[in-house]
T-cell receptor, first 114, second 116 residues
Framework: DTEVTQTPKHLVMGMTNKKSLKCEQH?????MYWYKQKAKKPPELMFV???????INESVPSRFSPECPNSSLLNLHLHALQPEDSALYLC?????????????FGSGTRLTVV | AQKVTQAQTEISVVEKEDVTLDCVYE???????LFWYKQPPSGELVFLIR??????QNEISGRYSWNFQKSTSSFNFTITASQVVDSAVYFC?????????????FGAGTTVTVRA
C-alpha cells in the first residue's frame, strides 16, 4: 500500500459545526503532515507530527486541532471555522522528517465553510 | 523572501509540443533537496522527482526531463511531446538542510494546459 487516504473528499460545514478530517497511511511512515491549499496557491504547512508527537505548529488558529491517535492515522478536528478557511486540506506522510525523504500526499479534502 | 520562484504562471501548448517549466531557488545551505510535483484537477500532489544538491546530473524519465544547474540555482523541467493528460499545475519545491527545518517550500506553481 503506497497511498495516503483522506476522507471525506468533500465537506460542507456551517460556522457553528464541528467536523473532523481523517488521513490514513499504511506505509510505516513516521512523519505526517497537514497542509492547507487555497485556490491557485501552493500548499502551506499547518502541522507536522513526528513519531506521533506534534513537532511543528505553524501558528495555526486553535479552531484547527490536530490529533495523531497512532502511527497510521492523523485527524484534523474543525470547530467554529470561518468562510476564509474554505480550502483544499492535504495530508502527507514521509518515512521520517530528514530533508531527504520524499513526501506522499493524499488527494485532499475540499472544505467549504458556509 | 521567496525561496522558490516559478516565474511562469500559465503555459498553454498544443499537443505534441515541448514545454519547459522554470524553477529558480534560493538557499544558503550546501545540503538541500529539490522536488517537482504535479497536481491534476483531482487535487492530489503527485511526486515526480527528487534531486539532492550534490547530484547535478540531468535526469530523463520517459517524456520528462530535468536540468539542474547549481551555478544558476535552477532546476528546470521539460515535458517532451506533451499530451492532454499533462494538463495540471506543476510545483517546484525546496527542502533545506538546516536543523529542524525540513519543510517543503513550494513555488507558486505553473499551470500547464495542453490543447488537443
Amino acid at each position: 500500500d503506497t497511498e495516503v487516504t483522506q476522507t471525506p473528499k468533500h465537506l460542507v460545514m456551517g460556522m457553528t459545526n464541528k467536523k473532523s478530517l481523517k488521513c490514513e497511511q499504511h506505509m510505516g511512515h513516521r512523519a505526517m503532515y497537514w497542509y492547507k491549499q487555497k485556490a491557485k496557491k501552493p500548499p502551506e504547512l499547518m502541522f507536522v507530527y513526528s513519531y506521533e508527537k506534534l513537532s511543528i505548529n505553524e501558528s495555526v488558529p486553535s479552531r484547527f486541532s490536530p490529533e495523531c491517535p497512532n502511527s497510521s492515522l492523523l485527524n484534523l478536528h474543525l470547530h467554529a471555522l470561518q468562510p476564509e478557511d474554505s480550502a483544499l486540506y492535504l495530508c502527507a506522510s514521509s518515512p521520517g522528517t530528514a530533508i531527504d525523504y520524499g513526501y506522499t500526499f493524499g488527494s485532499g479534502t475540499r472544505l467549504t465553510v458556509v | 523572501a521567496q525561496k522558490v520562484t516559478q516565474a511562469q504562471t500559465e503555459i498553454s501548448v498544443v499537443e505534441k509540443e515541448d514545454v519547459t517549466l522554470d524553477c529558480v531557488y534560493e538557499t544558503r545551505d550546501t545540503t538541500y533537496y529539490l522536488f517537482w510535483y504535479k497536481q491534476p484537477p483531482s487535487g492530489e500532489l503527485v511526486f515526480l522527482i527528487r534531486r539532492n544538491s550534490f547530484d547535478e546530473q540531468n535526469e530523463i524519465s520517459g517524456r520528462y526531463s530535468w536540468n539542474f544547474q547549481k551555478s544558476t540555482s535552477s532546476f528546470n523541467f521539460t515535458i517532451t511531446a506533451s499530451q492532454v493528460v499533462d494538463s495540471a499545475v506543476y510545483f517546484c519545491a525546496l527542502s533545506e538542510g538546516r536543523s529542524n527545518d525540513y519543510k517543503l517550500s513550494f513555488g507558486a506553481g505553473t499551470t500547464v494546459t495542453v490543447r488537443a
